[in-house]
Each structure stands twice: as C-alpha cells, then as structure tokens.
C-alpha cells in the first residue's frame, strides 16, 4: 500500500479529568477533524486507551516542519478552535505529551486508509478493531543500524507472531516550529504501530511473541544490550471517525 505523505507525525497522549474522554471525543469528532485537515494536515488517528479510562491519544501528520507552523498558526488562531476551545480545554489536565516522529525509513510510513471515515453523526461502517502501539525509549539513538535490524529482524518475528507492523517511527529532532504546543525533546524513541480485530487478537499475538525462540534468543538481548532502554504499550481503541483503526 501506498504510504500517506505524513513525513512528520504528533503522537499525542492527553490526561483528561475523570469522565471527561467521551465528551472530548464527541467535540474532536465533530468539531477538529476536517477543520484541520483544511489547514493542511491530516488527522491520522484518534483513541481510547484501553488501560486508562482518562487518556485520549490521538494522531496528526504534516508535510514538513514549515507547512506544519503554517497549519496549525491556522487552525489555533481560526475561529472553530475560539469557539469550542474553551469546552476542550475543560475536559484536560494535561495534553503537553507529544512526541515528534518521522518515519523510520521509505517503508515506515502509514499506510494510505482503504476506506473514508464516515460523517460526523453518522454511524460507523467499520469492523471492530484495536491498534497496538509500542514506544520504546532508547539508550541512545535509533541509527540506520537499528533501523536494518528492525527490518531485517524484528519486523518479521512481529510477523511471524501475528503482529506485522503498520508503520514505524522515530524521533525527529527538529525544532519545534509552533512553541505554543510544547512537545517532548531531549529524547531517543522509536514507535511502530500493529492492527488487531479484537483485544483476544492482540493478546494471542503478545503470547506468541513470548514463546518465540526467535524473539527470545535474537531479537530480544539485541534489543536490550544495544539499542532498547525501557518501553510502553498502549492499546488503542479507535473512535468512530478514526481513519487508522
């Protein structure tokens, strides 16, 4: 499949205040998905975490760091955000943790979407779906020798244990062109993203992964003695209007 042309990439995780997350993803979904994109980016995902029941995390991408100031000077100074920023803003405690990330290599992008997301108020016509996300946070950083290992070895045990990467990512070190949103600097991440139909999916493919000899004895001690120095999951469920999902 076609990669989306997202060269840069938000993954941003909010704290919302107990109860709060549905009232956000209702406002988000009918409110800030196209009205973005019409200032030049693309909303690639929006979710529930499946593990806190006070986190939305959510996807965006831009075509480079310029265009990236442009849209969202845009967006946060347009009269949709004055007029529901307030009601958004209510619902948060926290939506300063964003990662800045670029794809891993040619291949690490996000696949183009098969289907387009239904209207707001429509009902959805998707199957059920979970998206597993894995950030690992590096001992140093994610070099072209990490990434041919990946490539050449990580990504076909993932595979191989019913988990084959939809996309993976990297850090990018730029400096952030719109300061009013503060991202996450100073750090080494690589974050790749699996499809699965249902949490039994998911939870089958983490249990094969397990008892992989290959994982185990070749991708597992590379991982922790070179590159990898501490990592996160996160299980995401799309909302209704999520184009990854």
Not at 20 to 34: K, T, W
Not at 72 to 81: D, M, V
Request: overall charge negative; proline content about 9%; glycine content about 6%.
């Amino acid at each position: 499949m076609e990669a989306v042309r997202c060269p840069i990439v938000e993954l941003r995780q909010y704290t919302l205040h107990p109860g709060q997350r549905d009232v956000l993803i209702d406002l988000f979904d009918r409110e800030f998905v196209e009205t973005q994109e019409a200032t030049g980016m693309t909303v690639l995902g929006q979710f529930r975490d499946l593990d806190d029941p006070d986190r939305f995390v959510w996807l965006r991408g831009f075509e480079d760091m310029p265009r990236r100031a442009k849209a969202l000077e845009s967006f946060y100074g347009g009269p949709i955000w004055r007029a529901h920023r307030d009601e958004a803003n209510a619902t948060m405690i926290d939506s300063d943790d964003v990662l800045l990330l670029r794809p891993a290599s040619a291949r690490g992008g996000f696949p183009a979407p098969v289907d387009a997301r239904p209207a707001p108020g429509e009902p959805s016509v998707f199957p059920p779906s979970l998206v597993l996300a894995t950030i690992w946070h590096g001992i140093g950083p994610f070099d072209t020798a990490f990434i041919e290992f990946f490539e050449r070895r990580v990504r076909p045990a993932l595979a191989e244990a019913g988990g084959e990467p939809l996309a993976y990512l990297r850090s990018e070190h730029a400096p952030n062109t719109f300061p009013a949103l503060p991202v996450r600097t100073g750090e080494e991440v690589f974050v790749w993203f699996a499809r699965f139909a249902d949490e039994g999916r998911l939870d089958e493919h983490l249990d094969r992964l397990q008892r992989s000899e290959r994982w185990s004895e070749e991708v597992l001690p590379a991982l922790s003695e070179r590159w990898v120095r501490t990592s996160q999951r996160l299980r995401l469920a799309p909302t209704r209007r999520s184009l990854l999902r």
